[in-house]
């Protein structure tokens, strides 16, 4: 995987990660809840009367934004280098690191960063280090 330089908008990434601010801030502010990608989803495996509206109305949300990107802006293509069983398995494995870290890069990294939470700066620190680490490992060592 390698960086498009020539079709790198900052401009985009600002107001992108603007948004996400933005959301999450009114999401914590007028419901009091916390963006956490993982435990939104989780949470639709745990009956609990009135606590399933908004966390589907989050989720729908999550799906139909790329098509109604579509109606202002072209997408990116998609271009994926490996296997959908290393998808599968990876995917797994980022599941069990929600599970074992009591959060996702959405709930630690934007929210709890942003609470100034010292678990989720731990939390942030040990999965983007692992991260790093994978990607040195996967691409550079064994190929």
Same mark, same amino acid.
């Given at each position: 995987?390698?960086?498009? #330089?020539?079709?790198?908008? *900052?401009?985009?990434?600002?107001?992108? !990660?603007?948004?996400?601010?933005?959301?999450?801030?009114?999401?914590?502010?007028?419901?009091?809840?916390?963006?956490?990608?993982?435990?939104?989803?989780?949470?639709?495996?745990?009956?609990?009367?009135?606590? %399933?509206?908004?966390?589907?109305?989050?989720?729908?949300?999550?799906?139909?934004?790329? #098509?109604? #990107?579509?109606?202002?802006?072209?997408? *990116?293509?998609?271009?994926?280098?490996? @296997?959908?069983?290393?998808?599968?398995?990876?995917?797994?494995?980022?599941?069990? !690191?929600?599970?074992?870290?009591?959060?996702?890069?959405?709930?630690?990294?934007?929210? !709890?960063? @942003?609470?100034?939470? *010292?678990? @989720?700066?731990?939390?942030?620190?040990?999965? %983007?280090?692992? !991260?790093?680490?994978?990607?040195?490992?996967?691409?550079?060592?064994?190929?």
């Amino acid at each position: 995987m390698t960086i498009d #330089w020539t079709h790198f908008t *900052p401009g985009l990434a600002l107001a992108g !990660g603007m948004v996400i601010g933005i959301a999450t801030a009114l999401l914590l502010l007028l419901a009091g809840r916390i963006a956490g990608i993982s435990g939104i989803v989780g949470g639709l495996f745990k009956l609990h009367k009135g606590d %399933m509206g908004w966390r589907i109305a989050f989720i729908t949300g999550l799906i139909l934004a790329p #098509w109604l #990107w579509q109606l202002f802006n072209k997408l *990116p293509p998609i271009q994926i280098d490996t @296997s959908y069983a290393v998808l599968a398995i990876a995917g797994l494995i980022v599941g069990l !690191g929600t599970r074992y870290g009591s959060g996702c890069t959405s709930g630690h990294g934007v929210c !709890g960063l @942003s609470r100034m939470s *010292p678990r @989720s700066a731990v939390a942030t620190l040990t999965f %983007m280090s692992t !991260g790093v680490v994978t990607v040195y490992l996967i691409r550079h060592l064994l190929g």
